[in-house]
């Protein structure tokens, strides 16, 4: 009966998670890019100030933060896979038009409306997860969903300095907003919002994952509403902790290039090859958190441990400053990987607190706090920079951020660790 679950398993994991996986890549890359063309000339030729630049790259999270429970409604109730395609359409034309800007307030209004159509994404995709993989699968999937996050970085980074090093940074918005709505097609052609609704699951396979589905909520308190949810300790409490976790993350995400550059005076290509590496070594890092968690089955235990390095790691850099620059550079590796390393668990920790009937709008509020964490570190971090010409009191501020979501993290109350699922889905195939 084992053996049932798994090529249950491996037959999902090889269907879903590469469409999965490139979908949020693609949204990750039009939301990042913002960082290398403000490092490399668009200040200079639309004259922007720095602190008008922090606001316009923040603009896209403050969106993103109104826009999150409205898109989490209507994927619980409508469809995952008509949202998220027209997602796909609007946000690749709003990255290309990016490239087209001729002025501050138009850039302003392009940046904001690529927030609100990429505000889904994140929370559809969570839903989505939810409705295609077990307890026992979860962080993991979540983690596949997230490396879309630093993977893209990785190779963003690299491709960003090259493209404006050969062209510019108009080409460069340009060139990487043409692939989301080519895959809009893509995503429609062969994504389906539930198990019944494909023709590669066997009947059999279809009624397992729902008997595993409603095994799994049998061990879940009931919530009778939205608002019984959204007002319970522990998701108040994840919401704070995400705020404060993405002022670190999307701080350090939007402005890495600007501080490698200012720190080391290097060209364009150089700072996108040394903005890569911290990249790589979160990928490694969250996969080995995701499979702990989902063997251990204790997701606080990855969380804010992890947390508490990361905001350790800003510390050093902070007391470090610009005197030791590979010091510093080694430390803001280790930031950020041990920033992205727990976004699996603590996504997969979220519907084992919740019910179904709820747990997709508590994770578009969650999400959503943590898009105004995101505006929030994607313009003091930027601000603060311009304002003292140093990163110190950025990292400074994404430290003290980091340690105080460790704190909200600890003190959620999680319900008993439930009997594995696997043991008990296939007892209709035994009788």
């Known amino acids: ?46 004259n922007i100030s720095k602190s008008t630049s922090s606001l316009i790259g923040a603009l896209f999270f403050l969106a993103y933060f109104f826009f999150q429970v409205p898109g989490s409604i209507y994927a619980v109730k409508r469809s995952v896979r008509k949202l998220i395609f027209i997602c796909l359409l609007l ?48 962080s993991r999937a979540n983690t596949f969903l997230i490396l879309g996050n630093p993977v893209t970085v990785l190779w963003m980074s690299v491709l960003s300095g090259y493209l404006i090093h050969a062209f510019g940074w108009r080409e460069m918005f340009i060139i990487e907003g043409i692939p989301a ?22 009947q059999d396979e279809k009624q397992d994952l729902q008997l595993a589905m409603e095994k799994e909520q049998q061990a879940i308190a009931p919530v009778r509403n939205y608002g019984e949810a959204l007002r319970s300790s522990s998701v108040v409490l994840l919401s704070s902790a995400h705020a404060l976790w993405s002022i670190g993350v999307y701080g350090f995400m939007m402005w890495l290039p600007s501080i490698i550059k200012s720190a080391s005076s ?21 996969l080995v958190v995701s499979w702990l968690s989902d ?119 999680t319900t008993a660790r439930s009997p594995s699922i696997s043991t008990k889905v296939f007892t209709r195939k035994a009788l």
């Open 1 to 46: 009966m084992s053996n049932i679950l798994q090529k249950l398993s491996k037959r999902r994991w090889w269907y879903l998670m590469p469409i999965i996986f490139i979908t949020y890549s693609l949204a990750y890359l039009d939301r990042a890019n913002y960082g290398f063309a403000a490092a490399s000339g668009i200040e200079q030729d639309l």
């Open 91 to 138: 946000w690749g034309l709003c990255a290309t038009a990016t490239g087209l800007v001729s002025n501050i307030p138009m850039l302003m209004v392009i940046r904001f409306t690529l927030g609100i159509v990429e505000a889904a994404v994140m929370p559809s995709m969570l839903i989505y997860i939810s409705t295609w993989f077990t307890k026992e699968e979860r």
């Open 181 to 202: 709505v080519l895959w809009a097609g893509i995503w429609w052609l062969v994504v389906r919002d539930k198990p019944s609704e494909v023709s590669w699951l066997s």
């Open 266 to 286: 290097m060209d364009i290509v150089s700072v996108g090859w040394l903005s890569a590496p911290p990249y790589l070594a979160a990928i490694c890092l969250m």
């Open 295 to 413: 063997k251990v089955q204790n997701r606080k235990l990855f969380i804010w441990p992890l947390l508490a390095v990361a905001g350790l790691a800003f510390t050093g850099s902070f007391f470090i400053g610009n005197s030791h620059f590979w010091v510093s550079y080694g430390l803001l590796t280790v930031a950020a990987a041990c920033m992205y390393a727990p976004y699996g668990p603590f996504f997969a920790l979220i519907p084992e607190l919740m019910p179904k009937n709820v747990s997709g709008v508590a994770i578009g509020l969650i999400n959503s706090f943590g898009a105004l964490g995101a505006f929030l570190g994607a313009y003091f971090v930027g601000f603060l920079n311009g304002l003292t010409g140093s990163p110190n009191a950025s990292y400074c501020f994404m430290a003290i951020a980091l340690l105080t979501s460790v704190i909200c993290i600890y003190k959620v109350k």
